[in-house]
């Protein structure tokens, strides 16, 4: 069974960083697609960064510029560099892993931006 497990969410003011990691646990995910979504309150679910096994990424136009993802397959574990954070980022940050038909989420982070 696959785990997946969060952290590195918080408080920040507007303008600073925040660094998330994920990491799994249960099963290799070198081969998996990984990534994070995001849920602001009264929104749906949504993508923010993905990295393909072969390291091909996809971003939400919201973030492009300012997010960087990156993973360590060896360790299964995704990251979220997010720098230039605007209240609007301000969610709860779910990890995200998929294979073959299977998804697999993190509990998730919350992270906050204040103006």
């Known amino acids: 069974q696959v785990q997946l497990v969060e952290s590195g969410g918080g408080l920040v003011q507007a303008g600073g960083s925040l660094r998330l990691s994920c990491a799994a646990s249960?099963?290799?995910?070198?081969?998996?697609?990984m990534g994070w979504y995001r849920q602001a309150p009264g929104k749906q679910r949504g993508l923010v960064a993905t990295?393909?096994?072969?390291?091909?990424?996809n971003y939400a136009d919201s973030v492009k510029g300012r997010f960087t993802i990156s993973r360590d397959n060896a360790k299964s574990a995704v990251y979220l560099q997010m720098n230039s954070l605007k209240p609007e980022d301000t969610a709860v940050y779910y990890c995200?892993?998929?294979?073959?038909?299977?998804?697999?989420w993190g509990q998730g982070t919350q992270v906050t931006v204040s103006s």
């Open positions: 249960g099963s290799t995910l070198s081969a998996h697609v």
């Open positions: 995200y892993a998929f294979r073959l038909g299977q998804a697999y």
């Open positions: 990295m393909s096994s072969s390291g091909s990424t």
